[in-house]
């Protein structure tokens, strides 16, 4: 089955910088899928910070646009999540998802374990 495993998260000060990485093994065709970080904080929904279809471009979240850039490497399967300017609201536990669409019009069909970031003032 497929499996996703999200790497990078750690601790922060505000306005720095952070990569995440989700790694996706049992995927065939890593690309023909919508893949998509989400996050969630503390008695909040999880909410979507950035997705990407198989046809660009990607979308954001209105509170990380400018900050946060998504993106994929086809070879190995991996997708990405640079997050700049950290600001102590992005802090949460972050998720890469994999949806069965290709365009993003459904719900995620697989999510990953999850990354903390914490962002401190």
């Known amino acids: 089955q497929v499996q996703l495993a999200e790497s990078g998260g750690g601790l922060v000060q505000t306005g720095g910088s952070l990569r995440l990485t989700c790694t996706a093994t049992?995927?065939?065709?890593?690309?023909?899928?919508?893949m998509a970080w989400f996050r969630q904080a503390p008695g909040e929904e999880r909410e979507m910070v950035a997705s990407?279809?198989?046809?660009?471009?990607?979308t954001y979240a209105s509170s990380v646009k400018g900050r946060f850039t998504i993106s994929r490497e086809i070879v190995y399967f991996n997708l990405f999540l640079q997050m700049d300017n950290l600001k102590p609201e992005d802090s949460g536990i972050y998720y890469c998802?994999?949806?069965?669409?290709?365009?993003?019009?459904?719900?995620?069909?697989?999510w990953g374990q999850g990354t903390q970031v914490t962002v401190s003032s």
């Open positions: 998802a994999r949806y069965s669409d290709s365009a993003c019009n459904s719900s995620p069909t697989y």
């Open positions: 049992g995927v065939v065709v890593f690309s023909a899928k919508c």
């Open positions: 990407l279809g198989t046809e660009g471009p990607a």
